[in-house]
């Protein structure tokens, strides 16, 4: 079975653009979670989507926002960059049911390195 | 939500040394997950471990969930065991969101 894949792999991006992250989960997994790592602020999770619906969200601005589509891939959006947002961006994705709950393994995929310059 | 800590930060050993890492987490979990992160930055999945002890060849792991507490073993380390490790809990009040301790750099030296 394919694992998590994440695209593109590197981006560099300006201070005030926008950015996309794309996320496919391993097959039947309709959850799917992204973090933030930073060397300061280690890892940090954002947000979580079942069936197309946030169900959970982390303590980030406005700015930092996903969606996901009916096959479960999954996108965030940052939009006016700053050089703080740069970081490595994991997806993570769980055979979380409708119920949720933690106690679902959770598998990464290799990540995006954004650079905000 | 919970906190967890890992110890040590830091840990350096020879070749072939055995070695134990530890977590504590502030609160019961339904779920604990070790990590360790590839140098390109990838979690390579470990144990899911939220109650009693595995084994995945020179690894095992131990989670005592009534004392809040999990430990990892390496042992025969090799260079390839390099890199850092990470724990990460998840309770019942925090639905999906693992919650990650600050890791151990682990240097394997030949």
């Known amino acids: 079975k394919a694992g998590v894949t994440q695209t593109p792999r590197y981006l560099i991006k300006t201070r005030g653009q926008q950015v996309t992250l794309s996320c496919s989960p391993i097959?039947?997994?309709?959850?799917v979670s992204w973090y933030q790592q930073t060397p300061g602020q280690g890892l940090q999770f954002l947000f979580e989507?079942?069936?197309?619906?946030?169900?959970n969200k982390g303590n980030f601005p406005g700015r930092f926002s996903g969606r996901q589509f009916s096959n479960s891939r999954s996108e965030m959006n940052v939009s006016t960059l700053e050089l703080g947002d740069s970081a490595l961006y994991l997806c993570?994705?769980?055979?979380?049911?409708?119920?949720?709950?933690?106690?679902?393994?959770?598998?990464f995929g290799p990540g995006t390195r954004l650079t905000v310059t | 939500g919970i906190q967890v800590e890992q110890s040590p930060p830091d840990l350096i050993l020879q070749e072939g040394a055995n070695s134990t890492l530890r977590c504590n987490f502030s609160?019961?979990?339904?779920?604990l997950q070790w990590f360790h992160q590839n140098p390109w930055g990838q979690l390579i999945n470990l144990f899911y471990?939220?109650?009693g002890t595995k084994q995945n060849g020179r690894l095992s792991a131990t989670t005592v969930a009534t004392e809040r507490y999990s430990l990892l073993y390496i042992s025969s380390s090799q260079t390839t065991d390099s890199g850092v490790y990470f724990c990460?809990?998840?309770?019942?009040?925090?639905?999906?969101?693992?919650?990650f301790g600050t890791g151990t750099r682990l240097t394997i030296i030949p």
């Open positions: 989507y079942f069936s197309e619906t946030q169900r």
């Open positions: 471990i939220p109650s």
């Open positions: 990460a809990g998840a309770s019942n009040f925090g639905n999906e969101k693992l919650t």
């Open positions: 097959s039947g997994h309709r959850s």
């Open positions: 993570a994705s769980s055979s979380a049911g409708t119920s949720g709950g933690p106690s679902y393994e959770q598998y």
């Open positions: 609160d019961s979990v339904n779920n």
